[in-house]
């Protein structure tokens, strides 16, 4: 199994620093993904998600930092990796499709104009062959190549996007990172991508980490899914077996805030309450000012994310993971 591994995170902890204080967005958090492995991370806003992409792709900047832990991809640390280093990785083994990134393009500049450049940032070759490798790819997400002198302005949102999930994939990455990628797209353009995704996923052979707030994007497309909740790992697992059987009380009240399709009729639920502050959050278990099943326990002593059955991990009382 250890050969198969393509990324391995350890022990990271990664935030920002302001006048009050250090705000860890990304607490202890550790996972790993396999190759051609299609891992699903949810959870509400300001759980970490974001933070999460942008330090394994070392985007974090400014005031945002990693404070430590491994990221190792490929069987190399590129945690503490300079940026000329660290430029060999991205793009070229790993890429990422930003939020609202059907937005990200250029308004002044063609389609072509914009994915030739990104080619012959990274590759050495002619204009020429950077044009082809854009026109098969356009071709690869169902964009007929003729659009590649098209301006953003004159493309639907669904085709900015796809483009864009293009651009990530020009350079044939071993990992494509895509934070809520779908978010401003209606449903049906929405499905349409995510199917697209898992074509080229089968099709180019490379692991995805989607990250979204709605579960319900990720049970029938993810391998794996992993639940977020203030800068933490609460719950991690098999995605159908997740969602069929969730053990986390938060992970519990996500599902109850999304309607069910077939069944009966039922009231849905949710979670009262917002999540904590990450620069002084609660002590315990961080769930549990939301929670209705927490006792007295709960708020002295941090749960340990620990197995729970075959490939389940949960950090709860209820899991056995607070002694």
């Not at 640390?77 to 990785?89: F, H, K, Q, S």
């Not at 490798?133 to 669904?158: C, K, W, Y």
């Not at 009966?264 to 002084?280: H, K, W, Y």
């Not at 709960?298 to 729970?308: D, G, M, N, W, Y």
Request: aromatic content about 6%; some cysteine.
């Amino acid at each position: 199994m250890a050969e198969k591994t393509l990324l391995h995170i350890d022990h990271l902890k990664a935030g920002y620093a302001t006048k009050a204080g250090f705000v860890r967005a990304v607490d202890d958090v550790s996972f790993s993904l396999r190759r051609g492995e299609f891992l699903g991370i949810a959870g509400e806003s300001g759980c970490g998600k974001s933070t999460l992409a942008y330090a394994i792709m070392r985007l974090l900047r400014d005031n945002a930092a990693i404070e430590s832990g491994r990221i190792v991809f490929d069987g190399t640390d590129i945690a503490g990796l300079d940026e000329r280093a660290m430029n060999g990785y991205r793009w070229t083994k790993m890429a990422m499709v930003f939020q609202s990134a059907m937005n990200a393009l250029n308004p002044v500049l063609s389609i072509e104009e914009q994915l030739v450049d990104a080619v012959l940032a990274h590759r050495d070759v002619s204009k020429k062959e950077a044009r082809g490798t854009a026109a098969e790819m356009l071709e690869l997400v169902d964009i007929n190549a003729d659009r590649l002198s098209s301006f953003p302005h004159q493309l639907s949102g669904g085709m900015r996007q796809r483009i864009m999930i293009a651009m990530a994939l020009l350079l044939r990455p071993d990992l494509l990172i895509m934070d809520e990628p779908t978010t401003a797209l209606d449903v049906v353009v929405q499905r349409s991508i995510l199917q697209k995704i898992q074509e080229l996923r089968t099709k180019l052979g490379f692991s995805v980490i989607f990250i979204t707030h709605d579960l319900s994007l990720l049970v029938e497309i993810s391998d794996s899914l992993a639940i977020m909740y203030a800068g933490k790992i609460c719950e991690y697992g098999p995605s159908r077996e997740l969602y069929a059987a969730p053990e986390h009380p938060y992970t519990k009240g996500l599902m109850s805030s999304f309607p069910t399709l077939t069944g009966p009729i039922t009231r849905m639920g949710g979670i009262e309450g917002q999540a904590p502050g990450l620069i002084n959050p609660p002590p315990g278990c961080r769930f549990t000012p939301r929670c209705s099943s927490a006792i007295p326990l709960c708020s002295k002593r941090e749960p340990a994310l620990v197995p729970t059955s075959a490939g389940r991990l949960c950090a709860c009382r209820l899991c056995g993971g607070m002694l």
